[in-house]
């Protein structure tokens, strides 16, 4: 098993910046791949960004590509959502995901069934 724990969410203002953490802990070797995903109200959770584990493969929803990115600490087993220039519609539960599939490509990471773990999420609110 993988536990995540997201931190970092909060109320900011259009145009501020949030750095959102996800430290996981247990099986952690298991992991091949990390995502974010976000849900605002009366809406689907969407895939935001993924990362291979060993980093050298990023991923980017269009509407966040250039604002967000997405990193890691392998020290501290933890993954980090810089996020820049935020908007009123970044407003959401942003949720972190483990995976332990291999043959994850940036088209299956965009997939919520890609991913064997959850994160209980954290709240992001933009005001205009």
């Known amino acids: 098993q993988v536990q995540l724990v997201e931190s970092g969410g909060g109320l900011v203002q259009a145009g501020d910046s949030l750095r959102l953490s996800c430290a996981a802990s247990?099986?952690?070797?298991?992991?091949?791949?990390m995502g974010w995903f976000r849900q605002a109200p009366g809406k689907e959770r969407e895939f935001v960004a993924f990362m291979k584990w060993d980093g050298d493969i990023t991923s980017y929803a269009d509407s966040v590509k250039g604002r967000f990115t997405i990193s890691r600490d392998n020290a501290k087993n933890t993954v980090f959502l810089q996020m820049n220039s935020l908007k009123p519609e970044d407003t959401a539960v942003y949720y972190c995901?483990?995976?332990?599939?291999?043959?994850?490509?940036?088209?299956?990471?965009?997939?919520?069934?890609?991913?064997?773990?959850w994160g209980q999420g954290t709240q992001v609110t933009v005001s205009s």
């Open positions: 247990g099986r952690t070797l298991s992991v091949y791949a």
């Open positions: 995901a483990a995976s332990s599939r291999r043959d994850m490509t940036t088209f299956l990471a965009r997939a919520l069934p890609s991913y064997n773990y």
